[in-house]
């Protein structure tokens, strides 16, 4: 792979667990060009307003510059450097840290970026070291609770949900009970999206979220965003009947939202079809594939046909 997409680059640096700087090296004041979330963190300043400052002068004693840049740009074999810098933490006390530097070269011996981050073994104190160690774990547990939820709505991501049903699924076999997971797409969202921009859609999406998550009747019923325009609802112990009727009730709602949408197909508002899937699972087996079955459900257009004779039967 000869070049990488610069916004793929950009997530990957964002999941790294340590705070993390990208200055350019060719300009001499050395602007940051990116920060993490980390960073913005250690220091409490909103890491977008610190893109473009010099980066010896906002994190290390502007006196050090023409040594440091010595030591940096010195050696047409460097790898990597450590530097001690004296950070303002967020909480407004000093804390000395360590940081290494690697170099991203354009061209042998020219480096045209500089990779800075903290180095987590080589603190200058103990002060630094709870500071630092406390703000690592405090992202980590920030991209755990990321990885299991989504971030625009708030409810359980696709692998949170996967293994909310695996868990029902193997309660719900040896008591024989029916669990049942309903998939509700987003009728032309890409066309809502173009329309009124991704705030909007984003906001659009919060509403369905909410109308989906207010309407469940169980504490152990759980919902989920699993795909950009698709969310999911597991219901146990209910007849495949009432189910059905549920999710009826919920496309109703989303209807009744009244989030105008001239592009829809379906009418003047924003409106959702509905996948079914439902089992009561057989005695000794582990696997199941309710989600993948909803959603092949949706995408027939199945389910919607079934949930239009449910209701007309209401």
């Avoid at 050696?75 to 303002?88: A, Y």
């Avoid at 008591?175 to 998939?183: D, G, N, T």
């Avoid at 899937?277 to 005695?283: E, H, K, L, R, T």
Wanted: hydrophobic letters at 40%; glycine letters at 8%.
């Amino acid at each position: 792979m000869k070049y990488i997409d610069k916004n793929i680059l950009i997530q990957a640096l964002d999941q790294l667990p340590v705070g993390t700087v990208l200055v350019d090296a060719r300009q001499e004041h050395w602007p940051v060009i990116y920060m993490n979330s980390i960073i913005a963190q250690l220091t409490g300043l909103d890491a977008q307003t610190l893109l473009g400052c010099p980066w010896q002068g906002l994190l290390a004693d502007p006196a050090e510059l023409d040594a440091q840049r010595e030591r940096l740009l010195g050696s047409p074999t460097l790898v990597v450097r450590h530097l001690k810098q004296r950070w303002q933490s967020r909480s407004g006390e000093p804390v000395d840290l360590t940081l290494q530097v690697s170099p991203l070269f354009a061209r042998p011996g020219h480096p045209a970026y500089w990779l800075i981050s903290v180095d987590i073994d080589q603190l200058a104190d103990g002060s630094g070291e709870d500071t630092l160690r406390l703000a690592l774990r405090d992202a980590q547990l920030r991209l755990l609770h990321l990885d299991r939820s989504d971030a625009i709505t708030g409810l359980a991501s696709r692998q949170a949900f996967l293994e909310a049903v695996q868990r029902h699924w193997a309660i719900a076999g040896p008591e024989q009970r029916r669990i049942s997971v309903l998939v509700f797409q987003v009728e032309a969202l890409e066309r809502y999206r173009e329309l009124y921009g991704r705030h909007a859609a984003d906001s659009c999406l919060r509403k369905i979220g909410h109308a989906l998550n207010g309407s469940l009747r169980r504490t152990g019923d759980v919902t989920a965003r699993v795909a950009d325009n698709r969310f999911a609802a597991l219901v146990g112990a209910a007849e495949e009947h009432q189910a059905r009727g549920f999710a009826a009730q919920i496309a109703r709602k989303v209807r009744e939202l009244a989030i105008h949408h001239p592009r829809s197909s379906g009418g003047r508002y924003v409106s959702v079809n509905i996948g079914f899937a439902s089992a009561v699972p057989p005695w000794g087996e582990s696997e199941n594939h309710l989600l993948q079955q909803a959603e092949a459900d949706v995408a027939s257009g199945a389910g919607d046909r079934r949930a239009d004779m449910q209701a007309g039967q209401g």
